[in-house]
């Protein structure tokens, strides 16, 4: 099992930056595919990012080549580095544990409680 706690959102001009980090708990959180998801108002939780226990990743198109998704297992912690933020980025962001590697949000089991991101233009 893992449990899951966001930090690091807020409030950014667009063309910002903001580093959210996802502190985990449990004994076998390297063995998590980890994800960002997000969702904006009026709109479906997506997909964001992914990363498997070694470090592959894949990207929705939208923020691919803006965000950086990776981990530190040692400190248990994922984060995602989001650079040249745009409004239409706004959303609650949330992390979640997968014990596959996949994009599907079905497939993740454990979920943080999501943090703010409001990009202002």
């Known amino acids: 099992q893992v449990q899951l706690v966001e930090s690091g959102g807020g409030l950014v001009q667009a063309g910002g930056s903001l580093r959210l980090s996802c502190a985990a708990s449990g004994r076998t959180f390297s063995s998590y595919a980890m994800g960002w998801f997000r969702q904006a108002p009026g709109k479906e939780r997506e997909f964001v990012a992914v990363i498997s226990w070694s470090g592959t990743t894949r990207y929705s198109d939208s923020v691919k080549g803006r965000f950086t998704i990776s981990r530190d297992n040692a400190k248990n912690t994922v984060y995602l580095q989001m650079i040249s933020l745009k409004p239409e980025d706004t959303a609650v962001y949330y992390c979640?544990?997968?014990?596959?590697?996949?994009?599907?949000?079905?497939?993740?089991?454990?979920w943080g409680q999501g943090t703010q991101v409001t990009v202002s233009s």
């Open positions: 979640a544990a997968s014990a596959t590697w996949t994009q599907d949000q079905t497939r993740f089991a454990y």
